[in-house]
């Protein structure tokens, strides 16, 4: 429900020219950095700054089109009448990749991209849902936190303090300082400065003591930062959870807008069985 048309006005010209009179695609707006790769941050940075970036929609399943609903057909068939609305407009065409499993995640690897999503070609669209029918492969210890706390630099914010959410408590997860620059230090503080509240929001602080990574909160510190209402959603990226369920060298990558902070729960890390 969020109109990004403002924030994004170059790509109205690909989409205008999609061979149909009303569709409803599902895909997904990217950034391209200086490598050549997708990054989730140089898309924030773009909309915040105004700047000219190389921007690409790139569209992956069809879920309406001239009235018709194709909801229910296998994502085979959708991806073929996809791929026929939106030839020649500069939308992108998202194909499925042909391969084995571990041809397919040595190349994407070899390309230093995130991850795979694996997808049931016979299946149909079921919006919300995760049934199996399609599945993550990240390679990289990657998800979604609730900013709960910062360290005030007079204007902008020196680090965030996030957590995550166990069974409607509101945990500590660790202090990130990693990915914040100039311009997003800036437009966090701008986002969550006026969520501050008196309390600390977190049931797991402060902490007896800073592990041996420096990470943690202690009671001497707990004055040095102001606390937030836990509405604002970061997208974290991290090595792994250390033995004090804290992140290890967590790095800020981008704010998500369209996730309730109450849905953000601790994520299996990669390497580590998970059920879909």
């Known amino acids: 429900g969020n109109d990004l048309t403002l924030k994004f006005p170059q790509d109205l010209k690909a989409l205008a020219k999609i061979k149909a009179r009303s ?9 391209i950095d200086t490598t050549g790769n997708p990054s989730f941050s140089e898309l924030q ?6 700047r000219d970036c190389k921007l690409l929609y790139c569209a992956f399943d069809l879920l309406h089109a001239e009235g018709k609903d194709f909801t229910a057909l296998p994502l085979c068939e959708r991806k073929q009448k996809l791929q026929s609305i939106i030839q020649g407009t500069g939308v992108v065409f998202t194909p499925s990749l042909d391969g084995t499993q571990d041809e397919i995640i040595q190349s994407c690897r070899r390309q230093n991209l995130e991850g795979i999503v694996a997808k049931d070609k016979h299946s149909r669209y079921e919006p919300g849902q995760r049934n199996g029918r399609w599945i993550k492969m990240p390679f990289k210890n990657k998800q979604e936190f609730v900013i709960g706390g910062y360290c005030d630099g007079r204007g902008k914010v020196e680090s965030i303090l996030v957590g995550y959410y166990d069974h409607g408590s509101f945990k500590f997860a660790g202090q990130v300082r990693q990915g914040l620059n100039p311009i997003n230090r800036v437009s966090l503080y701008e986002a969550i400065n006026p969520l501050r509240i008196k309390k600390c929001p977190f049931i797991n602080l402060p902490n007896e003591q800073k592990n041996r990574w420096g990470s943690g909160i202690t009671a001497a510190e ?6 937030v209402k836990p509405a604002t959603v970061a997208v974290i990226h991290f090595t792994e959870w250390t033995n004090g369920n804290l992140l290890r060298h ?10 309730p902070a109450t849905e953000v729960v601790r994520e299996t890390p990669r390497g580590q069985s998970s059920v879909l």
Do not use: Q, T
Request: hydrophobic share 45%; net charge negative.
């Open 23 to 31: 569709a409803v695609l599902d895909g997904e707006l990217i950034a």
């Open 45 to 50: 940075n773009c909309a915040i700054s105004h």
């Open 250 to 259: 967590p790095a800020f990558e981008a704010l998500r807008d369209d996730k």
């Open 222 to 227: 707990m004055d040095d930062y102001c606390w």
